[in-house]
């Protein structure tokens, strides 16, 4: 079974060097349905985030991310999930 979630979301940099940086994102979305885990169409999330600059063009980033229906339905087992990112600036 698909699912779709559009999301926003806002960044915000707790730590900022030239090469190495980090912070927390917190937005707001919604999924196509409700789900098992999930029982709202409604989502809240939270990012946090850490990254190195490669060069001028390049970052690689490590993430965890935490998608929610703040306890607005019953179930709310949420969806947690950590990744790495490869960024390229224009």
Not at 32 to 47: A, D, Q
Request: charged content about 15%; proline content about 3%; aromatic content about 16%.
């Amino acid at each position: 079974m698909n699912r779709f979630i559009a999301f926003l979301s806002l960044d915000v940099p707790i730590v900022h060097s030239e090469r190495v940086y980090g912070g927390i994102g917190i937005g707001t979305g919604v999924q196509h349905y409700p789900t098992e885990r999930v029982n709202s169409m409604f989502l809240i999330g939270v990012k946090w985030f850490g990254g190195v600059r490669i060069n001028d063009y390049w970052h690689i980033e490590l993430f965890l991310q935490h998608f929610s229906n703040a306890r607005t339905e019953r179930p709310n087992l949420s969806y947690n999930f950590w990744g790495i990112g490869v960024g390229r600036s224009f």
